[in-house]
């Protein structure tokens, strides 16, 4: 398989983003009914060939304008990368499982050789040849967490589990849905959830969800999609950079929200680390624009009838309270 990386992108600044007619058709769209209820929606990882669930870490057209988008966004601000001491061996448990799969799924564009201890990491998309002994950070140019998490689409967290409970005490996160690492970082798992409408704690979704997390074992991941909107394609849309975005939600018309909305699609992923027993929590973020999203006719009668329907309080959670009758208004013509 061969990725054709879409060349000049950004997703900052003047935007330029697109997807292509094989990445709209791949798109991981999350809303199985013409409802939505907040719900905990986890399901084994199993593979489906053609789709962004065949491989644990999804490579798209996308990679080279996000890992670049990532660099940038931790040249602005390196707090998006936290890593607790005491997660070292979670880090390298990770650090090997990405090689692993990166390089048996995408072998055009990632190499692992491994002699004993003294491995090579070839990335030939990103032009990195290195050398290193796994296990010794020293060995590497950076901390093992950040320098493959750095080479990687989607959001990385490392959760620790302990005390009956898991904790946030490692991340990359460059391109979170209105959250903050440096906020959240070693918080449990029901206090990093704190925000959430408050129907789905009275519905015990979060101590449903994190019996069922503390239990998840090796070699048996599960997945979950997440959605939201985003105005414009920003990847970053971080609480540090509200400054930056949270206007922009002003900005949407009946006339224009096709160009300027963009469904924000989380694909978490959680497998057992094995030497660690850390667990690991993905977000691999997927974009597009409503334009693009409606070239798929069921889709975008759905997502009209979703929308219309959604409980106040999660639309005001996921920020679509400021400009959701324009964006109804647009959709309806979708919806005869």
């Known amino acids: 398989m061969t990725i054709q990386f879409n060349p000049d992108e950004r997703m900052h600044g003047d935007f330029s983003y697109h997807n292509s007619a094989k990445a709209i058709a791949r798109f991981p769209f999350p809303f199985p009914e013409d409802q939505y209820m907040y719900s905990v929606n986890i399901e084994p990882a199993i593979s489906k060939s053609s789709t962004v669930f065949e491989h644990w870490f999804d490579i798209d057209e996308h990679y ?29 448990d990770f650090l090997e499982l990405a090689m692993e799969h990166l390089s ?10 491994r002699n004993g201890k003294t491995w090579r990491w070839v990335n030939k998309a990103l032009q990195i040849d290195t050398t ?17 998490s750095r080479q990687i689409q989607g959001d990385i ?18 391109g979170p849905a209105d959250w903050s690492l440096n906020f959240d970082a ?3 798992f029901k206090q990093w959830h704190a925000p959430v409408p408050k129907v789905a704690h009275d519905l015990g979704v979060f101590e449903r969800a994190l019996k069922f997390l ?27 950079t509200y400054h930056l975005w949270g206007h922009e939600r002003g900005l949407v018309t009946a006339e224009n929200a096709g160009e300027l909305v963009h469904l924000r699609v989380e694909l978490q992923f959680m ?8 667990l690991l929590f993905s977000i691999r973020t997927y974009l597009i624009s409503l334009n693009d999203l409606t070239q798929n006719p069921a889709w ?5 009838r979703v929308i219309r329907d959604l409980p106040e309080s999660i639309a005001e959670y996921k920020g679509i309270s400021r400009y959701r009758e324009p964006l109804v208004q647009w959709l309806s013509q979708f919806d005869q």
Not at 300 to 304: G, V
């Open 64 to 92: 080279l304008t996000e890992v670049q988008e990532r660099a940038m966004t931790l040249a602005n601000d390196p707090k998006r990368c936290i890593i607790q001491p005491h997660m070292l061996q979670a880090s390298w």
């Open 104 to 113: 048996q799924d995408y072998p055009e564009l990632f190499q692992l050789e």
């Open 132 to 148: 290193f002994e796994f296990g010794d950070v020293s060995s590497l140019p950076m901390h093992p967490f950040e320098y493959i």
């Open 157 to 174: 967290a490392l959760l620790d589990q302990r005390e009956g409970d898991l904790f946030m005490d490692t991340g990359m996160i460059t």
């Open 186 to 188: 070693g918080m449990s």
């Open 214 to 240: 503390l239990n998840i074992q090796v070699g048996q991941p599960y997945r979950r999609l997440n959605w939201t909107m985003t105005i414009n394609p920003r990847m970053d849309t971080s609480s540090e």
């Open 271 to 278: 497998p057992r680390l094995p030497r660690s027993n850390a």
């Open 300 to 304: 975008a009668k759905r997502l009209h």
